[in-house]
């Protein structure tokens, strides 16, 4: 029968193929939709193999929680945000994110080499390459962590639909209602401001030392601190440092919402526990960006055409 472009779109809709993989698909079958759906799952190996070179830097994180207890955040990478925007796709992050809720595994190859949960037939891996055949794109399970809070509560916060996810656990002997919503208001901030520390105590002295070397290089090059004294130039260089560490140290940061203005996050989380009668701390955050550290593949039109034309 003749394959229509409404059959083409229509296809493409459920699977999220490719185009011209679901034309195929479709001229394969006959036209017949249930026949090219398992006809295009049937193709996987081939295609992931294919697909394998190619830039999977679109995609969506999901975070799951568990009793307040347990949580986990998941990255999986798609190579176009139409397929970041499919239900299948979706359901599949979905389901990874309840693997990880319940793994052992301690990184991403023991991750991807364990039994698949939905299906123990199968393992992470194999179920991620059915789907690769099955959406028609290049997938990756790029990473994963798993907190467990032994001593008090954890929260998430998914911004952006996906693109970014956080989690942040805390020891505390009261979890309540205000005191969830006070960590839930220091994941928004994490995924806002992005920083890399809970505090200045977790910063090495490896990290001190090599913005320190920098921030003197900066200051030597500086016309208005020439001459000036070495103590002044120290001076100058430790406080362009605790400047910094403001900005990559959560709990020094200036807290987002603060009605004045100058409230820090520590100053914050200090007037939470006060009003909880609560011995509240922020042990940790995760924070997973889509695609982040990718280097995403950026297409020149007008340079294909003018090289494929020869000019």
């Known amino acids: 029968m003749a394959i229509t472009a409404g059959m083409v779109k229509e296809l493409r809709e459920i699977t999220g193929a490719g185009m011209m993989d679901c034309k195929k698909a479709l001229n ?28 999977a830097a679109e995609g969506l994180c999901k975070v799951l929680v568990e009793n307040d207890k347990v949580a986990a955040v998941v990255e999986v990478n798609s190579e176009t945000d139409f397929v970041a925007k499919n239900e299948e796709f979706q359901n599949f992050v ?8 319940a793994t052992d595994a301690a990184d991403i190859d023991a991750f991807l080499a364990e039994a698949w949960k ?38 998430s916060y998914t911004h952006g639909g996906g693109k970014i996810g956080v989690i942040v656990e805390a ?54 601190m020439a ?37 820090t996050v520590k100053q914050y989380v200090e007037s939470v526990a006060k009003a909880n009668g609560a011995n509240l701390s922020v042990k940790k955050f995760v924070r997973f960006e889509t695609g982040e550290g990718i280097e995403k593949k950026v297409d020149d039109f007008a340079a294909e055409v003018a090289a494929q034309a020869g000019l």
């Open 227 to 263: 001459g000036k004294p070495e103590k002044v130039i120290t001076g100058a260089v430790e406080g362009r440092l605790a400047k910094e560490l403001k900005e990559v140290c959560l709990l020094e940061q200036v807290y987002v919402k603060a009605e004045d203005g100058k409230q």
């Open 94 to 101: 979905t389901a990874v994110a309840e693997q990880a809720l």
């Open 28 to 55: 394969e079958t006959n036209g017949n939709m249930d026949e090219a759906v398992e006809y295009l799952r049937k193709n996987g190996q081939a295609k992931a193999e294919k697909k394998a070179s190619r830039i």
């Open 171 to 224: 020891d505390t002997d009261v979890v309540n209602d205000a005191v969830k919503e006070a960590l839930a208001n220091l994941a928004m901030q994490i995924a806002a401001l992005n920083p890399k520390y809970v505090s200045t105590d977790e910063v090495s002295e490896e990290y001190k030392a090599h913005e320190r070397e920098i921030l003197t290089a900066q200051i030597a090059n500086d016309p208005k």
């Open 118 to 155: 939905a299906d123990t037939t199968k393992t992470v891996n194999e179920a991620l390459v059915e789907k690769i055949a099955f959406i028609g794109e290049k997938l990756s399970i790029r990473r994963f962590e798993k907190v467990v809070a032994e001593n008090g509560c954890v929260v």
